[in-house]
């Protein structure tokens, strides 16, 4: 377990990150030219490191940053239509500070819970190889060595639900996977050694606008967050009653 500060080191450590090749080359030409509406802005151009609370209870693991998103801002979900959705549900269940994050410097604190990534870099079409994925693994395992207070994984997307798998396995938290393997499902649960797992479907703009995911349903899913990390209901849910738990 460590502190504020091995983190801090350990964000520092990742954000200069050279180990993929093809991860480096695409963040960095997505840098240099620029989405239209952000082509007066510096992107940041380099592995995301994680960021929340240092004594979370909840790690949300996402897929990878977002080539005009994170890559551009420097922070997880920061500045796309994903963390849009993300971080009202995270405010509406108590862990964020506000609904909206559109920069690194924008005041937003998160309470009990961090928010981390299986691979750090923005991929190409947004699908890593399978040899990006475990070249990026040891930062997470070093990452869940120093957060001692988490208690439960919430997966968003299949991705994140296999990468959280082999990321148990890799610190020692399981000594082999685990047979049969848990299935992902929106609101699906496993227990995982010490660590509870929690199924969410990605707040993709092609989950959201289809309705594949919901309001209610990422609602659910955080309040059952809350309850698995043995935590208490938050004062205020946005102005909304507390929604009943979906499993799909």
Known sequence: MGGAGELDSLSHAVSECRRCPRLVAWRELIARERRAAFAE?????????????????????????AAHGANRT??????????????????????????????????????????????????????????????????????????????????????????????????????????????????????AGRYALLGCFHPSQQNTFTGKLTEPMIDAVLVRARELAGLEAPRSAGGRDAPARTDR
């Open 74 to 191: 420097g922070r997880m979900f920061t500045g796309d239509r994903s963390g849009d959705f993300l971080f009202a549900a995270l405010h509406r269940a108590g862990f964020a500070s506000q609904p909206s994050s559109i920069a690194r410097d924008d005041g937003l604190r998160l309470r009990d819970l961090r928010i981390t990534a299986a691979v750090r870099c923005a991929p190409p079409a947004n699908k890593p190889t399978p040899a990006e994925r475990e070249l990026c693994l040891p930062w997470t395992v070093d990452e869940l060595q120093l957060l001692g207070d988490v208690r439960l994984l919430l997966c968003l997307g299949a991705f994140a639900w296999d990468a959280a798998l082999r990321l148990l396995v890799a610190s020692g938290s399981l000594a082999q996977p685990p047979r049969p393997k848990p299935r992902f499902g929106h609101g699906a649960e496993a227990q």
């Open 41 to 65: 802005e510096t992107y940041w151009g380099r592995p995301v490191p994680a960021f929340g609370d240092p004594h979370a209870r909840v790690l949300i693991v996402g897929l990878a940053p």
